[in-house]
């Protein structure tokens, strides 16, 4: 019989492998995005503007969007794809869809403060073209960091970034034009900032260690209890034919079983074994009296805890999931409406969400009393896997609602400045600089995140649909309470948290990997300052 090589050998599609054409579709989409946003921004702020500096800082907006998109927005969705829950390709439509939904709708807030609530504008007294070069310095000192991290695989923060880039060119600028120095900088705002990046993680992991705990409790654990009693280590209809030879009597045939089942069990079974299989743990203990079980007797035993797993999979998980579709939905009721001009009063709102609470509710009941024909195994798998494809959605409009704005502030400031010639207290964010950063950011994801989902997904510890279903849970709701609130908190130190929160739970925090991603959260500040000083002073020496 010939070789089949087409087989064996991954398929050639040439210089851009088996994914080209994804890659071309997201490079000619990049492309068409940049041609069209600088037409639109020529045309925006009319022909006075310098058009040099115009097209500078066009690139600058976008690439450090790129850049958010490669670091930020590929760490928010490394606990999804980490879990298998979503693909590469998945993940990049619901960014896709939801980052720029969480820009337009619930971005506001933060965008001003990172605009303006940084640098004190009346203390500055600088020109209006200072200002403008200012911004554009910090957008490129913050997006270069944000590269050489993501390429590192580092996860850091787009915040931390864009600040030192804003601090560095403002205090150089005033230290070169002598209008200022340390002092046009608000070490206040800074210092409440700073506060946060402390909270952050810790709020995250506190979050999702007592989430987690909790699902594994009262959720989990009779399902791995169940999975322990089973003839070969795990939960197959095999376990109930009873013209099964004996060899299921063997306390190690379990080994041997565990090879055959199929991928979506093996990580199923994974899972319950970092759970509630753990050297000491009461499923250990478990499968250790099992093995001593005759055929008979364990299985009367598995039928027992199969029925209280199936019965916390119907009666335990549709409340879970009906209080995060209304912690989840609230922001949009409360803040994401009212920026587009529906503003709901307060028992409309709260009507609204017992509205979606109930319909989670029973639609979650239904669709876990459809999964009793299949194995508990298979059946908590689903069923997580598909809340995660929820919050993964949540996630990703949470952080389109705070951290596209590190990008999109400093260039609304530049491009008001250049349409209008004078410093505004405020500028308006155009729809059009909204949609075309966003697409500049999931172009990020694509091509340059995927280090970085690795890092989130599988480095810091093994994530399944449960454990990336808790940890997105948590961080998005400390997220999405940060954004209604209009502080600039770091999405990333929120769910790296959540990340080790979930991993605490599980023994199996990679602690060793945390050491180079703090070494970066530390630096991250001040190399993007450094950055940006340089910057700046090469762009007044141009202009």
């Known amino acids: 019989m010939p070789p089949q090589k087409t087989a064996d050998a991954p398929v050639s599609s040439g210089l851009l492998g088996p994914d080209r054409n994804w890659h071309l579709g997201a490079g000619l989409m990049t492309l068409a995005t940049v041609v069209a946003f600088t037409i639109w921004a020529f045309a925006h702020t009319g022909s006075g503007a310098n058009s040099f500096l115009l097209v500078l800082g066009v690139a600058f907006g976008l690439f450090m969007a790129f850049n958010i998109g490669g670091n930020d927005v590929a760490n928010s969705f490394g606990t999804s794809v980490g879990a298998g829950t979503l693909t590469m390709k998945q993940a990049l439509v619901v960014a896709a869809v939801f980052e720029v939904s969480g820009a ?55 915040t931390h970034a864009i600040i030192g880039g804003i601090v560095g060119a403002a205090v150089t600028t005033g230290a070169v034009t002598g209008t200022g120095g340390l002092g046009m900088v608000q070490w206040g705002e800074i210092g409440q900032i700073a506060i946060s990046w402390v909270l952050s993680p810790l709020l995250g992991g506190l979050s999702a260690y007592l989430l987690f705990g909790a699902i594994k409790r009262h959720i989990l654990a009779p399902s791995a209890r169940a999975i322990a009693l089973g003839s070969r280590g795990f939960d197959d209809a095999e376990d109930d034919d009873e013209d099964e030879d004996d060899e299921d009597d063997d306390p190690r045939g379990h080994v041997a079983g565990y090879e ?47 029925k209280a797993a199936y019965h916390a999979l119907e009666k335990r998980v549709p409340p879970l999931a009906a209080g995060a579709a209304v912690l989840l939905a609230a922001m949009l009721v409360f803040k994401g409406l009212k920026n587009v001009g529906l503003d709901i009063s307060l028992g409309g709102g709260i009507l609204m969400l017992v509205m979606i609470a109930l319909g989670v509710w029973m639609a979650t009941t239904v669709f876990a009393r459809a999964l009793k024909k299949q194995s508990i195994s ?57 949609a075309a950063f966003g697409i500049a950011l999931v172009s990020g994801l694509w091509f340059v995140g995927r280090k970085v989902i690795h890092t989130v997904g599988t480095g810091l510890t093994a994530m399944h649909p449960s454990s990336g279903f808790a940890a997105e849970l948590a961080a998005a709701t400390v997220v999405l309470l940060a954004s209604v609130l209009g502080l600039p908190v770091s999405s990333t ?51």
């Open 260 to 306: 055959r089942v199929t991928e979506l069990q093996q990580a199923a079974f994974a899972e319950s074994a970092a759970l509630d299989l753990t050297p000491g743990g009461p499923g250990a203990e478990l499968a250790e009296q099992a093995a001593h079980l005759s055929k008979k007797d364990r299985k009367a035993a598995r039928k027992i805890e199969r």
């Open 378 to 434: 298979r059946a908590t798998f689903i069923m997580f896997s598909w809340m995660q494809v929820f919050t993964a959605c949540a996630f990703a409009f949470s952080h389109g609602a705070n951290d596209i704005a590190n990008a999109v502030g400093p260039f609304a400031a530049v491009l008001d400045v250049l349409r209008t010639g004078a410093i505004s207290e405020e500028a308006a964010v155009p729809t059009a600089v909204l």
């Open 104 to 158: 337009v709708l619930a971005g506001g807030s933060v965008t001003e403060t990172v605009r303006s609530g940084i640098v004190d504008i009346d203390a500055m007294h600088v020109d209006p073209l200072s200002f403008a070069l200012i911004m554009m310095a910090a957008l490129l000192g913050a997006a270069v960091w944000l590269l050489l991290a993501t390429k590192m695989g580092w996860p850091v923060s787009t």
């Open 493 to 543: 130190h929120i769910l790296i948290g959540a990340v080790l929160g979930v991993g605490i739970v599980n023994h199996a925090a990679n602690w060793k990997l945390m050491r180079p991603i703090a070494l970066a959260w530390i630096i991250t500040l001040p190399a993007a300052a450094g950055i940006g000083a340089v910057v700046v002073l090469v762009l007044r020496a141009i202009f």
